[in-house]
């Protein structure tokens, strides 16, 4: 998911330990933002400076918590050191219920920042956090939110004016060689006949137009690629809902040099044509 911007726009995520501020700026990463995790309050004006100067960070979000001590204090210091460099910037406060928080821990198993027993520690920090709470300009309880629900709402309420755009890739491989890791989607087309085993093609690669010849004109090419071609547009607006901004399709064959190629360069010209950013990468082509 892209969005468009608003000019020196500065996010600051805080709130609730556990209700998700990790996940919030990676939804900002998505939007194109800068982003900065835990960053400590007293770093804040600094930091403030460095925007000020450089336009690389003129859109930047980053996440506070409460791991040291005298947070609100030192926190609206902060926030005053933003306005006086005549700084825009909005607080958003994740929330969630106490239940759904001691759930999280429970299954996280990680510590809470206070150190403390998480029934009290919650309590505690819910107490701490109150007053920056009512100050904050947008509270979102995570409670029943999943990913791209939270997504949904900062793009929206935050007024980011959003696109549809998705970023995919599309790569060819040989299942020999083994599946790319970061794959969405996994195609076999080994069903298709093999050109390694026509003399005059071996050597050649899915990208020689004589390969490309022999598959095309090979029975159910063409109802397979306009079927699968089909399938990715229609899932692709299910995962833009998501909140999902890339996707990698990966198409195999024996050894990644001819059907894959072939198949996956077709695939990426074929979006390309309905108007998707596509890219194509075909990592074993030059495997023998």
């Keep these: 998911m892209k969005v468009k911007i608003p000019k020196g726009k500065i996010f600051i995520i805080t709130g609730m330990s556990g209700a998700g501020k990790s996940q919030a700026l990676k939804c900002f990463e998505d939007f194109g933002f800068y982003?900065?995790?835990?960053?400590?309050?007293?770093?804040?004006?600094?930091?403030?400076?460095?925007?000020?100067?450089?336009?690389?960070?003129?859109?930047?979000?980053?996440?506070?918590?409460i791991r040291e001590g005298r947070f609100f204090r030192g926190f609206v210091q902060s926030l005053d050191a933003l306005?006086?460099?005549?700084?825009?910037?909005?607080?958003?406060?994740?929330?969630?219920?106490?239940?759904?928080?001691?759930?999280?821990f429970s299954e996280t198993r990680h510590r809470h920042p206070l150190g403390k027993n998480i029934v009290q520690a919650v309590k505690d920090e819910r107490r701490i956090l109150s007053e920056l709470k009512e100050k904050a300009?947008?509270?979102?309880?995570?409670?029943?939110?999943?990913?791209?629900?939270?997504?949904?709402?900062?793009?929206?309420?935050?007024?980011?004016?959003?696109?549809?755009?998705?970023?995919?890739?599309?790569?060819?491989?040989?299942?020999?060689?083994?599946?790319?890791?970061?794959?969405?989607l996994v195609m076999d087309v080994r069903f298709l006949p093999n050109p390694n085993y026509i003399p005059s093609l071996k050597n050649k690669t899915g990208l020689d137009r004589p390969v490309g010849d022999y598959i095309r004109?090979?029975?159910?090419?063409?109802?397979?690629?306009?079927?699968?071609?089909?399938?990715?547009?229609?899932?692709?607006?299910l995962y833009i809902k998501e909140g999902k901004s890339y996707l990698t399709i990966a198409i195999g064959c024996t050894g990644g040099r001819h059907r894959?190629?072939?198949?996956?360069h077709s695939i990426a010209e074929n979006l390309s044509k309905f108007g998707f950013s596509v890219s194509e990468y075909h990592r074993d082509i030059r495997k023998k």
């Design 83 to 104: 306005s006086r460099l005549g700084l825009d910037y909005k607080v958003i406060f994740l929330d969630s219920s106490d239940a759904v928080l001691l759930q999280r």
């Design 35 to 65: 982003c900065v995790d835990n960053l400590p309050v007293a770093l804040i004006p600094g930091f403030s400076e460095l925007i000020k100067k450089h336009r690389h960070f003129r859109h930047v979000a980053f996440g506070i918590d």
């Design 137 to 184: 300009n947008k509270v979102i309880d995570t409670s029943k939110l999943t990913l791209g629900e939270l997504k949904e709402i900062l793009s929206g309420a935050l007024e980011l004016k959003r696109s549809t755009e998705m970023r995919i890739s599309v790569i060819s491989f040989g299942y020999k060689y083994g599946i790319p890791l970061d794959a969405d």
């Design 217 to 237: 004109n090979k029975p159910h090419f063409k109802t397979f690629l306009k079927s699968y071609t089909d399938q990715i547009k229609d899932l692709l607006p």
């Design 260 to 264: 894959s190629v072939f198949i996956a």
